[in-house]
């Protein structure tokens, strides 16, 4: 037998040697994590690399979308084994609406098909998880408006994990659209400009945030190998420890995910003191 054809058989062989091997060390970050018992108490995802992953493994982008759906499933179901009680994912910015038409209305469809299927998710209502949108859905269709906010109904009464999704959601728009807010109020209260400026603080931006009531993110992870933060929660993240992962958002695995949270357990926060 030639070097060749041995090689799908060795190849074969190391993948099933590998899978136990995995497991182990899957097992083993899950308990370092566990020991330490220091999870962040809101913690956001920036989920990129969907189109990429897709080009990598030779399918259509859509199909990296769909990929990365059912990730953000498995991902969730990670964050609440630790009892991460904030959670924040960035699923589609404002930017993103520039991009091919298709893309878009396939994106589109697809918020509106995992919306109406997180209604009646058991894991949604036995974790008793607190769904809200963040963004401009505003000009986004009918349907997927209507499913959205029957999703954010459904659960508005929950006591468990607060899911923030970030959907329509830029940085930028979203300090300029609080400050906008809090004008408005503070205009139809009867103060003046002048007024409002030598009164004006953080918390009174911080009140009218998209955000407002829930903590600081204290980590943040973006997938795919970039090192930015392309305008993710640029108010509340002032503070926010980072982690960059290089790996495409669909393949990111639940080891991926216990390094992350080891390297924060690892960190000292001192806020600029």
């Known amino acids: 037998m030639t070097r060749s054809s041995r090689l799908p058989a060795l190849l074969r062989l190391t993948g099933t040697l590998a899978r136990p091997l995995y497991w182990w060390y899957e097992q083993r970050l899950e308990r370092e994590v566990r020991a330490s018992g220091k999870v962040p108490n809101h913690l956001g995802l920036i989920l990129d690399g969907n189109r990429r992953f897709a080009r990598a493994i030779g399918v259509e982008s859509r199909l990296g979308h769909d990929l990365g759906a059912h990730k953000a499933y498995e ?3 990670w ?8 959670l924040t994912i960035w699923v589609f910015s404002n930017d993103n609406k520039g991009r091919a038409e298709e893309e878009v209305g396939h994106l589109l469809r697809l918020f509106a098909e ?13 974790n008793r998880v607190r769904i809200k949108m963040i963004g401009a859905i505003e000009d986004f269709p009918e349907k997927v408006r209507a499913n959205l906010g029957a999703l954010e109904r459904a659960t508005e009464h929950y006591d468990g994990m607060l899911l923030n999704v970030a959907i329509g959601y830029g940085g930028r728009e979203e300090i300029t659209e609080a400050v906008r807010r809090m004008l408005r109020q503070q205009g139809a209260l009867g103060h003046s400009a002048e007024e409002i400026a030598a009164s004006l603080g953080v918390d009174d931006i911080s009140a009218h945030l998209y955000t407002a009531g829930s903590p600081d993110p204290d980590f943040i992870i973006r997938t795919s190998g970039e090192i930015r933060l392309s305008g993710f929660l640029l108010w509340q993240s002032a503070y926010s420890e980072y982690y ?3 790996v495409y958002w669909p393949g990111f695995r639940k080891v991926d995910f216990l390094r992350a949270v080891r390297s924060f357990q690892e960190r000292v926060r001192r806020f600029g003191r």
């Open 244 to 246: 960059f992962c290089d």
């Open 79 to 86: 964050c609440l084994e630790l009892g991460i009680p904030h």
């Open 114 to 126: 995992e919306a109406a299927r997180m209604v009646h998710d058991p894991r949604i209502h036995r």
């Open 75 to 77: 991902v969730l179901e």
